[in-house]
Each structure stands twice: as C-alpha cells, then as structure tokens.
C-alpha cells in the first residue's frame, strides 16, 4: 500500500466510523502521546531501563502504526499530499546526504 492509498483509508475510515476528525490540535495532541508511547516500549525493551511486566506485551508495529495513524489523519485534514511530500524528502534526502553517512567515521 502505498501513502496516498492510506491517506484514503484513514479519510474512509473517518467517514464511515469516526464521525469526523479531531481538531489539528487534538491530533497533535494524540500523535504525542502515541509517539510517547513508541518511546516507552523502545527505551524498556532496547534501551537500559527495565521493562516493566505489563509493557511486556505491548506491540510495537501496533504502536508505530498508531503514529502513523494520527499522521494521515493530520496530512488529511491540512490538505497534504503525504506520498508528493514523502516523495520530494526522499530526493532532498538522496542529493543532501549521498556520501554523508559513508564518511561518517562514527558509523564504522
């Protein structure tokens, strides 16, 4: 599936079950405590705190796909092209960085 086909999936999702979308800020508001909770499950399970036994559980593809979630939402409802925007970073990307990382002695 790629960007644009999700972005209609979300907006038909909102249409047929959500009612309507939360305001921007609402959403900025969800997409954090999302993004929060990726956090969580990446510093317990990766990083050096220790997980707790109900994060045990947790799914983090399930988590990411949340944030992604409430970015389509937020894409949707301030009229972004999200495939045409992620399309342009990759270029920018590509151009910007092509050697960067290869010459980035703290990556060997």
């Known amino acids: 599936m790629n960007i644009k086909n999700a972005q209609k999936d979300v907006d038909n999702w909102i249409k ?3 009612v309507r979308y939360f305001n921007e800020l609402t959403n900025m ?3 954090t405590e999302e993004v929060g909770e990726v ?8 990083g050096e705190q220790s ?5 045990k559980g947790k799914d983090l593809g399930e988590e990411l ?3 992604m979630f409430v970015v389509l939402c937020l894409a949707n409802q301030t009229g972004i092209d999200l495939q045409d925007a992620f399309d342009k970073k990759m270029t920018k990307k590509a151009k910007r960085d092509h050697d960067r990382h290869h010459n980035n002695e703290k990556l060997k």
């Open 16 to 18: 047929e079950h959500g």
């Open 29 to 31: 508001a969800q997409l």
């Open 39 to 46: 956090a969580r499950i990446i510093a317990r399970r990766y």
């Open 51 to 55: 997980e707790k036994e109900s994060d």
């Open 65 to 67: 796909a949340d944030v």
